[in-house]
């Protein structure tokens, strides 16, 4: 055997001992995945409820938002009709009031003046005839 042979030798058992050590390392991959693999269904399988609850969540949030916008919307109209009564209340009262005022304190400055005439003529009266009671 010469040098050459003896190195092919060398040579081949040290590419065998690479494959064998590429083979260990590949399978010591492969099992990595795996194990990841099994760790990834196993945290989709436990995250599967929590997104599921997540979503009947938001759901539910969704439909309670709606709700409260909807009330809030109610609640605005009504706010919004009794002011609107309220303003016309006023308007009628200020009607009212104006249109009592224009008749009625001419009215009473009326009755005033006929009271005070009456008064007159009863103490016109009564002067006169004390007057001829006195003659």
Same mark, same amino acid.
């Given at each position: 055997?010469?040098?050459?042979?003896?190195?092919?030798?060398?040579? %081949?058992?040290?590419?065998? !001992?690479?494959?064998?050590?590429?083979?260990?390392?590949?399978? &010591? =991959?492969? +099992? @990595?995945?795996? #194990?990841?693999?099994?760790?990834?269904?196993?945290?989709?399988?436990?995250?599967?409820?929590?997104?599921?609850?997540?979503?009947? %969540?938001?759901?539910?949030? !969704?439909?309670?938002?709606?709700?409260?916008?909807?009330?809030? &919307? =109610?609640? +605005? @109209?009504?706010? #919004?009709?009794?002011?609107?009564?309220?303003?016309?209340?006023?308007?009628?009262?200020?009607?009212?009031?104006?249109?009592?005022?224009?008749?009625?304190?001419?009215?009473?400055?009326?009755?005033?003046?006929?009271?005070?005439?009456?008064?007159?003529?009863?103490?016109?009266?009564?002067?006169?005839?004390?007057?001829?009671?006195?003659?």
């Amino acid at each position: 055997m010469d040098t050459i042979e003896i190195l092919t030798v060398i040579l %081949l058992i040290s590419a065998s !001992a690479l494959c064998v050590a590429l083979i260990y390392y590949i399978y &010591q =991959i492969v +099992k @990595s995945v795996h #194990s990841i693999s099994s760790d990834i269904k196993g945290l989709s399988f436990k995250l599967s409820p929590i997104l599921q609850s997540t979503f009947v %969540l938001s759901e539910k949030l !969704a439909h309670v938002t709606d709700e409260a916008e909807s009330q809030l &919307q =109610i609640s +605005k @109209s009504i706010v #919004s009709d009794i002011r609107d009564r309220a303003d016309k209340i006023l308007n009628i009262e200020s009607k009212i009031r104006g249109g009592i005022e224009d008749t009625a304190i001419p009215l009473l400055r009326n009755f005033r003046a006929l009271r005070k005439g009456i008064d007159s003529f009863w103490r016109t009266l009564r002067v006169n005839r004390r007057n001829k009671l006195v003659e």
